[in-house]
């Protein structure tokens, strides 16, 4: 415990001697733990996205006036008898009239004309699937002959094209959230690195003197790879206040924006916030002990 | 308590020259003795004690400390060897940025003992080497014979059953030299095996205690109760 202590005050004493090497290190520390981050929460924000519309996605099958129900219910069961299919809804002309009145229950004109005429809405089939990418499987039933005939329009296309861009997009930062991580995580390792070895260099009297008067090895090293742990410490805590005082600013303006996923965004930190502090945590200390202990192994000579 | 059995170290120079430091050096220090090496700047005296300190290693031959030889020793296990050996280097190897108390204080914390004895233990060997007003001065304040007392210190801090003084009067005025001395004799009547290196033939003459004479790398004389002439 005594050692333990020891080890862990000599290894501050190295990290504020070390002036602005420390500060270059802990900078581009803070770099990679809020890259990492953000892409995180961007990732996230897209994948919320994608299920929030996901959620809100209708496959209407609109009938002509004259379709049988019949053929209708026949529709409905070859659809049920897909794996894919989530739910199916059948619409009638008054239902649909309904939903189009408490639509427009602000606009009395429109509601006026339409009592006027026969109901012009056509019944529907309204049709959720588990996943929006396999939507095509659809297809061939809308294209058999039996059905061609009753059926006015199916529309789920823009939907569909909204979606691919979003998996794209996400797919996209993905990417470029892990190449950017890891090149700023090799560079904050050989930043690291390097600090620690300039540590190491200008305490070379030092450590030699350690090792004759009957220092350890653990005793010796031990506090360049608490200086490296420390860097990673102290890069959490300025990486969560920046990404804090980011997201503090942004969340009205993304809630504004984007709806429900700002809200989701922001919940998402709340709820989160404790496991990003332990991921940056974890990381940062990683690098940290990682960079110094290379450091430490090939510059720290004991004999 | 120590032997050296056929021990020869080769240094490599700068042009591929070799130098044998120590060249067949065969040796046997009784506990408790007080051996003093003598020779000229280059005979091999400081390689004779840095291989006791297993600063460094041996071409060929055998040494032995405390029944342990030392091609048995682990690489783990030197640490531990060298709090059992107290050393007081010829260039000192004090820390310029901490004070006489922290040089000393530091051989005790790198072994982890307790900070509560560390206060108890280091005021006492202060005291013993006549340092205790210089406790808080740094080594650069200090003058040269305050520094190898702080030296002294050091390596007694442990309470070693060997001391090692390389040079512990080089540059020292004769009073200063005789007052390290008077330490020296002092821990081997405490009963410590004591080992210097010297040049100073008044003292070597006046001790009367044996007197290892070393010449390029070799042992060329070895007597009990000494002298030393050119
Ligand atoms: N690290 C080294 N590399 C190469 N040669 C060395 C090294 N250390 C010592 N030598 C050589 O080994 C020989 C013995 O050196 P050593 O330091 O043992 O002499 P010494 O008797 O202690 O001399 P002095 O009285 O000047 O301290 C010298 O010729 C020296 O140049
Ligand atoms: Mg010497």
């Known amino acids: 415990m005594t050692k333990f202590i020891r080890i862990l005050k000599s290894g501050f004493s190295n990290f504020v001697r070390n002036g602005w090497l420390s500060v270059a290190s802990i900078t581009i520390m803070v770099l990679t733990l809020i890259t990492m981050s953000m892409f995180l929460v961007v990732n996230v924000v897209l994948n919320t996205g994608i299920k929030s519309i996901q959620d809100k996605i209708d496959i209407s099958v609109y009938f002509n006036d004259d379709a049988k129900q019949g053929d209708i219910i026949a529709l409905q069961e070859d659809l049920a008898d897909l794996e894919e299919v989530k739910t199916i809804k059948f619409v009638s002309k008054d239902e649909a009239l309904k939903r189009y009145e408490e639509q427009n229950k602000d606009n009395p004109k429109l509601l006026e004309s339409l009592k006027d005429t026969e109901n012009p809405l056509p019944p529907s089939l309204e049709i959720k699937v588990y996943d929006p990418s396999k939507l095509d499987v659809l297809t061939p039933i809308f294209d058999n002959e039996k059905y061609k005939l009753i059926i006015h329009k199916v529309s789920y296309k823009e939907n569909k094209t909204i979606i691919d861009k979003l998996f794209q997009a996400t797919q996209f930062t993905k990417q470029v959230g892990v190449i950017a991580t890891l090149a700023f995580t090799v560079t904050a390792l050989v930043i690291i690195f390097n600090t620690v070895k300039m540590a190491i260099f200008t305490r070379k009297e030092e450590i030699d003197i350690m090792k004759l008067v009957g220092a350890t090895p653990s005793f010796i090293k031990g506090p360049f790879l608490i200086e490296g742990a420390i860097y990673g410490v102290i890069s959490t805590l300025i990486s969560i206040m920046i990404i804090g005082t980011i997201l503090y600013f942004l969340a009205p303006t993304l809630v504004h924006y984007f709806g429900g996923v700002g809200d989701d965004l922001s919940g998402f930190i709340r709820s989160n916030i404790v496991w990003l502090v332990f991921a940056q945590l974890f990381v940062g200390i990683f690098i940290g002990t990682v960079s110094s202990w290379l450091a430490v192994r090939k510059y720290v000579k004991i004999s | ?230």
């Open chain 2, 1 to 230: 308590m120590i032997y050296f059995d056929h021990v020869t170290k080769i240094y490599e120079q700068n042009e591929g020259e070799k130098i044998e430091a120590l060249n067949d050096v065969t040796l046997h220090i009784k506990p408790k003795e007080f051996v003093i090496i003598v020779g000229h700047s280059g005979a091999g005296k400081s390689t004779l004690i840095k291989t006791i300190n297993r600063e460094i290693k041996p071409d060929s031959g055998d040494v032995y400390v405390g029944g342990i030889n030392y091609k048995d020793l682990k690489k783990r296990d030197i640490p531990y060897l060298r709090r059992k050996i107290g050393v007081v280097f010829q260039d000192y190897k004090l820390l310029p940025k901490k004070t006489v108390f922290e040089n000393v204080s530091y051989a005790l914390e790198v072994s982890g003992i307790k900070a509560k004895d560390i206060k108890e233990r280091v005021p006492k060997i202060l005291e013993l080497v006549g340092l205790s007003k210089k406790s808080n001065s740094k080594p650069k304040e200090l003058s040269g014979g305050e520094r190898q007392r702080a030296a002294i210190a050091r390596a007694l801090v442990h309470q070693p059953r060997i001391l090692i003084a390389d040079e512990p009067t080089g540059n020292l005025d004769p009073k200063n030299a005789w007052g390290i001395i008077e330490i020296l004799l002092k821990i081997n009547q405490l009963g410590t095996t004591v080992l210097m290196t010297t040049h100073n033939q008044e003292i070597v003459n006046k001790l009367k205690k044996r007197v290892i004479v070393m010449k390029k790398g070799k042992i060329s004389r070895d007597q009990e109760m000494g002298r030393y002439e050119e």
